[in-house]
């Protein structure tokens, strides 16, 4: 079996840059051991899509995309026979914490043009009715009798009206899917990759589980929390200076508090460090809360992503939301835990890594750390763009590809997401980036 472009993992990320690179021209081909497209990490994503990062790259990354999901079926080159994923608009406040203040970001917003709104505490009050804007930094533990104490001073945000969700994350892997297929892309699946061969110093074929071998001279990891298995085969990563990680995460679902989802639109997404959450409402009278990964909180970091629990756990439940409830006192507190599960391939600075390798020939998108679902209509371009150059022979470790926004006309050095890059104290230290 034979095929220019092997990509591993057929999730958001996965599908994204199949679709790209078989508009490009390459012949691909994506493996998931999973039985369906965007079966894995992807389908347990908030699908939130935000604009809050820390660096340039983030935050234009972010707003291209915006504009892509907003096009969506223009994105995909027309609409899926199956149905298309939807971009729900609801606007994200991202309440003021000393740990990510508004001049860390605010000058890339100027500098991308995204809309915004500087509330103070009276504003915020107003704009989402019903919302305790009190200063509890930091986050604390449920059962740390310092979680009930008073507020110290009360809180602003920041609000971009353009944030918002994708409606099915899962679907929206599954329509990039289709629209590389059109292109000619193909996917197996229900097959794992035992194997990476090399010939005269590069890629060579993959192996999988069931003894084929598919010939090809490309390689690009984007299993996810599978990602350092994919990469062990390939023998690379001893030049990393980024490391990743699985991380089992708990998204929680609720009853919205009464009011919060108005006339049948979702309510104000809420990005809140202050007490270690996040929020999003959903059409009807639906609520995510997420956490952002407090000090306070253990990381459930797990060796093997086969084995985790599917199941929410009512001590995480609880917390998130009791956290939630104290941000927004209306909402209830129910004793049986409901939610999602899923598994983050984490970094070590909770930004992804999309780079070449040592091994010529062997790309990775890797280390997405639950962030970067709102990025996959440009990670697909982002990929191209670093094989395209580095296939012609620009060394990308010493002269990184830029990349141009079509849809916002931003420039991205992408060697921003270099496997090489510095890691160190005054990084993202979240999920939030």
């Known amino acids: 079996m034979r095929s220019e472009v092997v990509v591993v993992g057929a999730g958001v990320v996965g599908s994204s840059i199949a679709l790209d690179l078989a ?81 860390t970001y605010l000058p890339f917003f100027d500098d991308a043009g995204i809309p915004y709104e500087e509330w103070d505490a009276d504003t915020l009050a107003r704009r989402v009715p019903g919302i305790d804007n009190g200063r509890y930094w930091p986050p604390r533990r449920i059962d740390d009798e310092r979680f009930w104490a008073d507020a110290r001073s009360r809180l602003g945000a920041v609000f971009t009206p353009d944030a918002g969700y994708v409606s099915d994350p899962q679907l929206a892997a599954q329509n990039l899917a289709t629209a590389a297929r059109r292109h000619g892309a193909e996917f197996l699946l229900r097959r794992a990759v035992t194997g990476i061969g090399c010939r005269h110093g590069r890629t060579s074929e993959v192996r999988l589980d069931d003894g084929t071998r598919v010939s090809c001279s490309i390689v690009v990891n984007a299993a996810g929390p599978w990602s350092a298995t994919v990469n062990a085969l390939a023998g690379v990563g001893s030049d990393f200076t980024v490391r990743t990680r699985p991380l089992r995460q708990e998204v929680a679902h609720v009853a919205a508090p009464r009011g919060y989802n108005a006339s049948g639109t979702a309510g104000t997404s809420l990005a809140d460090l202050d007490l270690g959450i996040y929020v999003r409402g959903e059409v009807g009278d639906g609520m995510l809360v997420g956490g952002t990964e407090p000090e306070c909180d253990p990381f459930d970091r797990v060796d093997s992503p086969d084995d985790v629990d599917p199941a929410p756990t009512a001590a995480v439940f609880q917390a998130q939301v009791t956290r939630a409830a104290r941000r927004l006192p209306d909402l209830g507190v129910p004793n049986r835990a409901r939610g999602v599960v899923g598994v983050y391939d984490v970094a070590d600075d909770w930004t992804p890594i999309y780079d070449r390798t040592g091994l010529p020939g062997f790309y990775v998108a890797i280390g997405t750390s639950g962030n970067q679902f709102k990025n996959a209509p440009v990670v697909g371009r982002f990929m191209r763009t670093i094989i395209e150059c580095v296939e012609n022979g620009v060394d990308h470790d010493t002269t990184p590809a830029r990349f141009t926004a079509p849809l916002t006309g931003a420039t991205i050095d992408l060697g921003a997401f270099s496997r090489r890059r510095p890691v160190g104290p005054g990084g993202p230290g979240t999920v939030m980036g």
């Open 23 to 103: 508009r490009g021209g390459y012949g691909v081909l994506v493996v998931d051991k999973a039985g369906g497209v965007g079966h894995g990490s992807t389908s347990a994503s908030s699908a939130v899509v935000r604009f809050n990062f820390s660096t340039w790259a983030g935050v234009a990354g972010a707003w291209e995309s915006r504009a892509a999901w907003e096009r969506w079926d223009e994105h995909l080159g027309g609409a899926d026979p199956a149905g298309t994923a939807r971009y729900v608009r609801t606007g994200l406040a991202a309440l003021d914490v000393d740990a990510a203040p508004r001049s």
